[in-house]
């Protein structure tokens, strides 16, 4: 569970094309080479504190003759973005992905103090 603690609760949110294999015969596509991308986010404000961040699938376009295999995760959260990180293995062929965004959490106020 994370407790906010401030007033100045913020929330940023957005959707990124992951990768779009299909036309230019990248990894993902043609299941060779490395089966991970790494997409960096830059939240439109920093966070106080790193916040809690929701990713989801918003588009996928896969090859329907094999298997659908993908993980999809969010890594190193900081107060200034994060990266989202897609995998798939084995057989899998994507063409395309997009995820959508959200992260939750305290903002920096003009009441804060820094006390040294």
Sequence with gaps: M??????????????????SDFDS???MWTGKGPREKRVAVTFSTPFRTAPAVHISLSMLDIERHQN???????E??????F??????????RI??????????????DEDDWAIY
């Design 25 to 27: 015969g990248g990894e």
């Design 68 to 74: 659908q295999r993908m993980d999809l995760g969010v």
């Design 95 to 108: 063409a395309r992905a997009r995820a959508s965004w959200m992260a939750v959490g305290e903002l920096s």
């Design 83 to 92: 990266q989202i990180v897609f995998r798939t293995w084995d057989d899998t």
């Design 76 to 81: 190193l959260v900081t107060e200034k973005g």
């Design 2 to 19: 994370k407790r906010l603690s401030s007033n100045a609760i913020g929330v940023d949110q957005g959707t990124v094309t992951l990768f």
